[in-house]
T-cell receptor, first 114, second 113 residues
């Protein structure tokens, strides 16, 4: 089973709202990722957690706040977003084993900021 | 730096046609190479991968061979179906463990019946 689940599937929020995206995997993977994908563009890495510790932050604005409560869960807390933050947010996970490993993606949360 | 260049799309073919989507890369070190597919309104699915020179990845009739001498990883399929219509991303990863995937720009493929 190579399933990564994400909730919600769609989210509409105002610029003053606070919301959270959730990602879950039960494959025993120890690395989890957040990517942002704008329309007709490839995904861009935002954050990486390795063994529940933040290991990569690609200079993401502080209005995006990641959290990894345990090895199966990854959250992305959103606050005071801008309309240009509207995008598909993809979560991925991998084993964190060696350079041959594969990242498995979830279906994404489509976010619209009004 | 590390980068991936894919052929510009969109690509439109008739059902049962032969497909090639070109992908070349620049990388420091020895990358692993991937093809991901994204169907409309969905996330990315791994299509195939190769981890060393001359490896051939294959899945669902798609194939790609890791060519170190030409730094390429072209995707091919002998006979496409309407259900293959999607966006295809070539990607590479360099280094141990959790590293970012470097994606090409994506190629939108449409197959007409």
């Amino acid at each position: 089973d190579t399933e990564v689940t994400q909730t919600p599937k769609h989210l509409v929020m105002g610029m003053t709202n606070k919301k959270s995206l959730k990602c879950e995997q039960h494959m025993g993977h120890r690395a989890m990722y957040w990517y942002k994908q704008k329309a007709k563009k490839p995904p861009e890495l935002m954050f990486v957690y390795s063994y529940e510790k933040l290991s990569i932050n690609e200079s993401v604005p502080s209005r995006f706040s990641p959290e990894c409560p345990n090895s199966s869960l990854l959250n992305l807390h959103l606050h005071a977003l801008q309309p240009e933050d509207s995008a598909l947010y993809l979560c991925a996970s991998s084993q964190f084993r060696d350079r041959f490993e594969t990242q498995y993606f979830g279906p994404g949360t489509r976010l619209l900021v009004l | 730096g590390n980068s991936v260049t894919q052929m510009e799309g969109p690509v439109t073919l008739s059902e049962e046609a032969f497909l090639t989507i070109n992908c070349t890369y620049t990388a420091t070190g020895y990358p692993s190479l991937f093809w991901y597919v994204q169907y409309p309104g969905e996330g990315l699915q791994l299509l195939l991968k190769a981890t060393k020179a001359d490896d051939k990845g294959s899945n669902k009739g798609f194939e790609a061979t890791y060519r170190k001498e030409t730094t390429s990883f072209h995707l091919e399929k002998g006979s496409v179906q309407v259900s293959d219509s999607a966006v295809y991303f070539c990607a590479l990863k360099v280094g141990q463990g959790a590293q970012k995937l470097v994606f090409g720009q994506g190629t939108r493929l449409t197959i007409n019946p």
